[in-house]
T-cell receptor, first 111, second 114 residues
Framework: KNQVEQSPQSLIILEGKNCTLQ??????????LRWYKQDTGRGPVSLTI?????NTKSNGRYTATLDADTKQSSLHITASQLSDSASYIC??????????FGTGTRLQVFP | AAGVIQSPRHLIKEKRETATLKCYPI?????VYWYQQGPGQDPQFLIS???????DKGSIPDRFSAQQFSDYHSELNMSSLELGDSALYFC?????????????FGEGSWLTVV
C-alpha cells in the first residue's frame, strides 16, 4: 500500500474555476510535506513545503493545508488557468533523504 | 535563476552497455538526489549525497554507482544496462539535505535501452 495516497486520480475543470486536491499519508515519522507540479516528461516543480507546525501555506493561486493529526493535506487552486493542466504530486519526507511520492492527480483545465 | 542542469537530456544505449548521467546542482546547494521514474510510475529514490558524501541510499541496483565531486556536481554510472533500466532519471538538489528547504528537480535525462 502506497504511503501517500491522492484523490481524485484525475480531474477536469473549466478555466476560471477552483478545485481542491486531496492527499492522505501514513508516513511516520513525518518531517515535511510538499506539493509539486509535474508536466509529462518534465521535472517536478515545487509549489509548497509544509512542516509539522504549519497549517496553511500559499503560493500565488495555490494554497496548501496540512492537518498533521489526521495526516491529511489539500491543495486548492484558485481561478484555474489552462497552464495549470499537469499532474500534482503530494510528496512526504520522513526522517531520511528519501521523498515518498504520492500517486498524483492529473488535472486538465479546459477553456 | 539557475536551475538543476542534467546531461545528456536523451541517451540511447544497447543492453549490457554503460551509461553515465551528469547533474549540476543549483549553485551553493550541497545536497544532490537521484530518482528513477519508469513510464507511468512514481519517481523512485536511488541515492543522495550531502557535502560529497553518500547521505542516503534507496533502491539503487548494484550495477549502478554514483558520486558527488568537489564542485558538488554528481554523476550516476550505470553498467550492464538492462531493458528495464529505460526510464527518466531525475537529479534534484537542495541546501542542507533539504530539511525544510525546497528541493529543486532538473528536467531529467531520458535513458532508452534497446
Amino acid at each position: 500500500k502506497n504511503q501517500v495516497e491522492q484523490s481524485p486520480q484525475s480531474l477536469i475543470i473549466l478555466e476560471g474555476k477552483n478545485c481542491t486536491l486531496q492527499c492522505n499519508y501514513t508516513v511516520s515519522p513525518f518531517s515535511n510535506l510538499r506539493w509539486y507540479k509535474q508536466d509529462t516528461g518534465r521535472g517536478p516543480v515545487s509549489l509548497t513545503i509544509m512542516t509539522f507546525s504549519e497549517n496553511t501555506k500559499s503560493n500565488g493561486r495555490y494554497t496548501a493545508t496540512l492537518d498533521a493529526d489526521t495526516k491529511q493535506s489539500s491543495l486548492h487552486i484558485t481561478a484555474s488557468q489552462l497552464s495549470d493542466s499537469a499532474s500534482y504530486i503530494c510528496v512526504v519526507r520522513g526522517d531520511t533523504d528519501k521523498l515518498i511520492f504520492g500517486t498524483g492527480t492529473r488535472l486538465q483545465v479546459f477553456p | 535563476a539557475a536551475g538543476v542542469i542534467q546531461s545528456p537530456r536523451h541517451l540511447i544505449k544497447e543492453k549490457r552497455e554503460t551509461a553515465t548521467l551528469k547533474c549540476y546542482p543549483i549553485p551553493r546547494h550541497d545536497t544532490v538526489y537521484w530518482y528513477q521514474q519508469g513510464p507511468g510510475q512514481d519517481p523512485q529514490f536511488l541515492i543522495s549525497f550531502y557535502e560529497k558524501m553518500q547521505s542516503d541510499k534507496g533502491s539503487i541496483p548494484d550495477r549502478f554507482s554514483a558520486q558527488q565531486f568537489s564542485d558538488y556536481h554528481s554523476e550516476l554510472n550505470m553498467s550492464s544496462l538492462e531493458l528495464g533500466d529505460s526510464a527518466l532519471y531525475f537529479c534534484a538538489s537542495s541546501w542542507d539535505r533539504g530539511l525544510g528547504n525546497t528541493i529543486y528537480f532538473g528536467e531529467g535525462s531520458w535513458l532508452t535501452v534497446v
